[in-house]
């Protein structure tokens, strides 16, 4: 897909939602692991193609090499855009916001980057949340009394106040990081 050979381990990462040290075991040619069927599955979805076509056994169709062509040059794009972002500061993992809940500023399938650096929250901002094995973008806001409210920027959508670590721990919150930047595409019909 025209991904450079010291970037496949990060984006593979991202379109599966795992870790880089995960996903470097399925590329480990001296003791190659296998990705779980979840992972698999959206690395099947993220890549556009069929199982069967990721482990070699079903080519894509001669009218499909079009559709193919057209794959790479969008990942070429998307490429180019993601290595612009990545000048000026560390690019993040890419997710996909998964629903409308953060339009009109993000919407359902856009690309965001996160920095999974960041794994405590770290002032306001959007970060994104791993809740029960859903992920969630919101944007966080720190009040004064020490509590935190989870907002949505569609307002078709109520905010979460939470007061205390405990209420954190209890909802079993992972903070996966703080969205540095995102890539956005608007359709016309």
Avoid at 121 to 136: M, V
Wanted: glycine share 8%; charged share 20%; aromatic share 6%.
């Amino acid at each position: 897909m025209g991904i450079p050979a010291d970037k496949t381990v990060s984006h593979v990462a991202g379109i599966t939602q795992r870790a880089a040290q995960s996903v470097r075991r399925w590329f480990d040619a001296s003791e190659p692991g296998l990705p779980d069927l979840e992972s698999f599955a959206r690395l099947c979805a993220g890549l556009g193609c069929s199982a069967d076509e990721i482990i070699g056994a079903l080519r894509p169709h001669a009218d499909d090499e079009a559709h193919c062509a057209q794959l790479i040059e969008v990942a070429n794009c998307i490429q180019a855009i993601t290595d612009s972002l990545a000048q000026h500061g560390q690019l993040g993992i890419p997710m996909q916001v998964p629903g409308d809940e953060m339009a009109p500023h993000l919407k359902a399938g856009d690309l965001v980057f996160v920095d999974s650096a960041v794994t405590q929250l770290a002032g306001n901002g959007i970060y994104a949340f791993n809740c029960n094995g859903s992920l969630y973008i919101r944007r966080v806001e720190r009040r004064m009394d020490r509590s935190i409210v989870l907002k949505c920027d569609n307002k078709a959508y109520q905010d979460y106040e939470w007061t205390g670590i405990t209420a954190t721990a209890r909802r079993r919150v992972k903070i996966l990081g703080k969205v540095r930047s995102a890539i956005s595409v608007k359709v016309f019909s």
